[in-house]
């Protein structure tokens, strides 16, 4: 004869309910690598609170590569240094000059037709940093 | 320690910034609708332009020499102020903007480095070497000293701009705030001063030494507040989180009178339209909205006639079409015809954070759908600077429009705007 006695009654075990949904399909394998889209002004623009946009008018300046009508990205705050793109006060209007600190302070013109200028107070508006201009248009 | 930094001349030297040829000339700005004089560069002040002055009494005089004169520029005054406050950031920890060209500064700590008065010289030099404006620069140990500090660095131009009142130098603090009318000190104004006046009390100085409970006494705990801070003990903090505004008025005075209804449910569309963008700025909802109509006080022959109405709202909102509609309801009950109208306004009020309250069963307003979204990307097309999508009810060709024959450009938020230079 065999005895039967009741079970032990073994605790109840929670298993925890996953209600996320697993999506079907493999991820993808780029998503780990998000990253954001490059931004012009990193590239250009360092100080933005001393940075100003002027644009170019006049006789071009094909060495440079400068027409009229490009806009420039000027930085206010960045010190000048020797060989400068500057845009210089001469006579209470904005000008495009090559700065030349030595020998001597000077604004040199852009095309040979104008004159050296020797300013006895270099007026800056700021340092030309970059330029641009559409391909489009000079075609 | 605080500092209290401020463009000296802001507006004029705004106007001035990209016009080399303004340089050192006589500058003036006026107010909205080119009304009265706001702004004065110091050519303009040395030639007797007073503050204030209606532009007409201008206009007709000979003056030696020429006066440029500009119409209030808001959009460049906000974005050259931008550009000094983030240069003031790049030096001081700690900020606080009080007004569009002042700001206040926690200098606590510098004079571990350096006094403070070779601070401000530095700080004045960044911020002209970054944005071209200069600054004053002020400091003392509380708020209210700080301005003090600031005003006398205008007032007397050996300190070039730049002025400490340390508390290990009283004598030199006592012998400026003698100096300083008690009407020009941070809070008192023109009329307080009157009465502070009458009782003797004529300078800052005389103030610090009166009684604190006297001042509470007889004024206001504000004013005894002021008593404190000139005493160098710092009652009001600095705040770098600015408070949420508890209301939003959007108004202005018309530039030409405005006769008929139409005209004037444009003008209060586009205000509404504008207190809407503020008020979802401020990541707002409100629940009362009034409108106000007037006509001029002064006009000889005209009966005066100035009137509100408003409405409190079941639901908040900052969906544009419920605050125009709010708007134009109210206008019908105040609007009266025969009359010619100088001004007219909205205000939103009773604000709070979240678009939702109890429902009423009955209730026959539920909110809008897609309200949030809607609004979003309205704001996105009209902050974008690409074009602008508007309310048909603000019309298109508005008479009403404010006078500003005057603008100068907006050199630095317009690419059709910027400064030119020539290649030569």
């Known amino acids: 004869m065999i005895m039967l006695s009741p079970a032990e009654r073994p605790s109840a075990l929670r298993i925890p309910l996953f209600a996320d949904r697993c999506a079907a399909g493999f991820p993808s394998p780029a998503q780990d690598y998000v990253e954001a889209e490059l931004d012009l002004n990193e590239l250009c623009i360092t100080r933005r609170a001393a940075t100003f946009f002027v644009r170019a008018s006049g006789s071009s300046m094909e060495e440079l590569g400068l027409y009229d009508g ?9 010190q000048a240094a020797q060989g400068d793109i500057v845009i210089a006060e001469v006579s209470g209007e904005f000008t495009v000059k090559r700065l030349q600190l030595h020998p001597q302070v000077a604004l040199l ?4 037709a104008y004159p050296v200028i020797y300013p006895e107070e270099l007026q800056l508006l700021g340092v030309v940093t970059w330029f641009f201009h559409s391909t489009r248009a000079r075609r | 320690m605080f500092g209290l930094a401020d463009v000296n001349t802001f507006y004029a030297s705004c106007e001035a910034l990209f016009r080399p040829d303004l340089r050192g000339k006589p500058v003036v700005v006026l107010s909205n609708n080119d009304g009265c004089v706001i702004a004065r560069s110091q050519a303009a002040k040395a030639l007797g332009i007073k503050m204030g002055v209606p532009w007409f009494q201008i206009k007709t005089q000979d003056f030696p020499a020429k006066v440029h004169v500009f119409s209030s520029n808001y959009a460049l005054y906000h974005s050259l102020s931008q550009r000094v406050m983030s240069a003031l950031e790049e030096m001081t920890p700690k900020v606080e903007q009080y007004s569009i060209d002042e700001m206040f500064l926690n200098l606590t700590g510098i004079d571990g480095c350096e006094d403070f008065e070779h601070f401000g010289r530095r700080l004045r030099a960044h911020v002209l070497a970054t944005t071209g404006l200069t600054i004053g620069v002020g400091s003392g140990p509380s708020k209210t000293l700080a301005k003090s500090a600031q005003w006398a660095s205008k007032e007397w131009p050996q300190f070039k701009g730049v002025l400490a009142l340390t508390s290990d130098n009283p004598k030199r603090t006592e012998a400026l705030l003698m100096r300083q009318p008690v009407e020009e000190i941070w809070g008192v104004g023109r009329r307080i001063g009157k009465k502070l006046n009458l009782l003797g009390i004529t300078n800052a100085l005389e103030l610090a030494r009166t009684h604190p409970a006297f ?3 007889n004024f206001s705990v504000v004013l005894e507040r002021t008593v404190r801070e000139l005493n160098g003990e710092s009652c ?13 008025v959007c108004s202005r005075s018309f530039g030409s009178r405005i006769t008929t209804k139409l005209a004037m449910q444009q003008a209060l569309c586009q205000y509404a339209t504008r207190a809407a963008e503020k008020l979802r700025g401020e990541r707002q909802y409100c629940r009362h909205i009034s409108v106000f109509v007037r006509t001029s006080p002064h006009t000889a022959g005209e009966t005066f006639y100035s009137n509100t109405a408003g409405e409190k709202l079941t639901l908040p909102t900052q969906d544009t079409r419920d605050i125009i509609g709010v708007a134009m309801r109210a206008l019908d009950r105040i609007w009266l015809d025969g009359h010619r109208y100088m001004k007219a306004g909205i205000m939103l009020g009773d604000f709070t954070p979240y678009g939702v309250s109890q429902l009423n069963l009955f209730d026959e307003d539920r909110p809008r759908k897609n309200s949030a979204k809607l609004m979003k990307v309205l704001d996105g097309i009209n902050q974008s600077g690409l074009g602008s999508v508007w309310f048909a009810g603000q019309g298109i060709d508005t008479e009403w429009k404010m006078k500003r024959d005057m603008l100068s450009p907006a050199w630095t938020t317009r690419w059709s705007d910027i400064p030119v230079a020539r290649v030569i």
């Open chain 1, 70 to 78: 490009d806009v420039m990205i000027v930085d206010r705050a960045e």
């Open chain 1, 109 to 112: 013109p852009m095309n040979p």
């Open chain 2, 215 to 217: 001042i509470r006494k």
């Open chain 2, 236 to 248: 009001i903090p600095l705040e770098e989180m600015p408070p949420t505004k508890q209301q939003i």
